[in-house]
């Protein structure tokens, strides 16, 4: 049948490939998955430590280790995704849409079935993610480590259950990365520089990528509900409507905070006849004035830099490392 197919949907299968069977990893998911609880609270334990022990230290560099780890994993992302997209298109002319997410067999076996796999283990190792932020005394969000554990815990949990749906988590998670790793290793490079419309994108698709889950779970739950088959769990569909709710919530949250409403307090400032005020505090020509009382150079503002109580802003948004 496949070779009725158009071209464009048909991949060379590597013996690797073809050969994969998924059925020893069921039965090392359903023995080892809380292996991730485990990592994660190493995880959140190690880099809150690492953190305030950084607290009095200067930041390490760590340019070209963080150039090679964010390549690395771009260039991981980009052939998981690049695999992934043919094979669903692939499956798609044969079984149709329905079928591939709900048939978990075409899912868990071949091309698939391979990638699926190096995708969910790579959850683990991405957790070095966060030892370059907090090494490098960067800002440590929660939805950063939030995101790193719960991605973690509900791959391995769920990779035992046959959850078919997960193949668009794992393929729209592996594209966003194939992106999101490129900017930070092109970022860290410093070969040029990157307009802060890339940021704003990048968070966007990240947006985006949490819609589609809800959606997905949602039609998961519409087929099920009329009686039609769909291999998951409701107990996996309501744990993953959670999870991307959250994320989407976050996510929003974090887009407003770093490009709305700096926006619209840069506007403020600008409309205040050169007068700018930050935390109730007023800075004109230099001189501060807090409570009621005036103090000449107790706070500056300079080359757009606002300094408050030793706190620092250049008015940019950092897109922080998450997914």
Known sequence: MLEHLDPIFQQTIFPFEEDFDHRPWLEWFHKYWKISALASVIYVIVIFSIKRIMRDRQPFGLRSALVLWSLALAVFSTVCAMRLWRELFRYQGIFGWKATM????????GVNGFWSLLFVLSKLPELGDTLFVVLRKQPLIFLHWYH??????????????LVAPGRYFILMNSSVHSIMYSYYAIKA?????IPKWINICITLIQISQMVVGVIVNLLAYHYRSNGEFCSTADSNITVAMLMYASYFVLFANYFFQAYLAKRSKAVSKREQNG????????????????????????????NGHVTTNGSHSNGSAKVDKTD
């Open 148 to 161: 790193h554990i719960t991605v973690l815990m509900y791959s391995f949990y769920s990779y035992e259950m």
């Open 102 to 109: 709900c048939d978990a067999e075409i899912g868990y076996s």
């Open 275 to 302: 007068n700018v005020y930050t935390n109730g505090i007023s800075y004109t020509n230099g001189t501060s004035v807090a409570n009621g009382h005036a103090s000449n150079g107790a706070s500056s503002l300079s």
């Open 189 to 193: 490079s410093r070969i040029v520089r």
